[in-house]
Nanobody, 114 residues
Framework: QLVESGGGLVQAGESLRLSCTVSGFSISTFPMTWSRQAPGKEREVVAA????????YYPDAVKGRFTMYRDKAKNTGYLQMNDLKPEDTAVYYC?????????WGKGTQVTVSS
């Protein structure tokens, strides 16, 4: 089970840290991805581990502002979001790929006012 938390209403320029707490299995060896979906738009990836060089992929829209990391001891992943913009408003989801399945959380709402 994946549970996101940390969303909320903030003003442009502020920061939020989203958490994704995982139960039922260890995240130590499974990749985690963060995505978001704004109203009327398709879900888009905002942070994902590279399959080639161990780095993290961030799309241009969030590069330099978002950082994904994990605390294995807490079995929790995080998405640190700085300098938030109104266009970052969306429901944010974490997902873990475990063997042949992708497990999703239910999402947490982030709203950024201008």
């Amino acid at each position: 089970q994946l549970v996101e938390s940390g969303g909320g209403l903030v003003q442009a320029g502020e920061s939020l840290r989203l958490s994704c707490t995982v139960s039922g299995f260890s995240i130590s060896t499974f990749p985690m991805t963060w995505s978001r979906q704004a109203p009327g738009k398709e879900r888009e990836v905002v942070a994902a581990p590279s399959k080639t060089d161990g780095s993290t992929y961030y799309p241009d829209a969030v590069k330099g502002r978002f950082t994904m990391y994990r605390d294995k001891a807490k079995n929790t992943g995080y998405l640190q979001m700085n300098d938030l913009k109104p266009e970052d408003t969306a429901v944010y989801y974490c997902a873990v790929d475990r063997y042949a399945e992708r497990y999703w959380g239910k999402g947490t709402q982030v709203t950024v006012s201008s």
